[in-house]
């Protein structure tokens, strides 16, 4: 069983940046699949960032391409999510998940409980 715990969000100006963190206990990440997904308020869940087990490949959203970058460190058991240029569209909740291949959110076998961030106009 892994547990996901996220941490970072926040309020933040538009414009800004954040650094989310999700840190595994429980098993070790350092086979997994690591994604983040968010959730605006109404809409349905979507796919930001994923990186593979090893960290050679990642994939990002088209909405934050450019702006948004994941990574991960397996010794620390954590993956990372670096946010700027944010802007109010980003308003969401950000969670973590692992288990599944790359942006594949129905095959995500873990999950955290997220983390909220505020872009302010």
């Known amino acids: 069983q892994v547990q996901l715990v996220e941490s970072g969000g926040g309020l933040v100006q538009a414009g800004g940046s954040l650094r989310l963190s999700c840190a595994a206990s429980g098993r070790t990440l350092r086979n997994f699949n690591m994604d983040w997904f968010r959730q605006a308020p109404g809409k349905e869940r979507e796919f930001v960032a994923a990186i593979t087990w090893g960290g050679g490949n990642t994939y990002y959203a088209d909405s934050v391409k450019g702006r948004f970058t994941i990574s991960r460190d397996n010794a620390k058991n954590t993956v990372y999510l670096q946010m700027n240029s944010l802007n109010s569209e980003d308003t969401a909740v950000y969670y973590c998940?692992?288990?599944?291949?790359?942006?594949?959110?129905?095959?995500?076998?873990?999950w955290g409980k997220g983390t909220p961030v505020t872009v302010s106009s």
């Open positions: 998940a692992a288990g599944g291949p790359p942006f594949a959110i129905r095959f995500m076998a873990y």
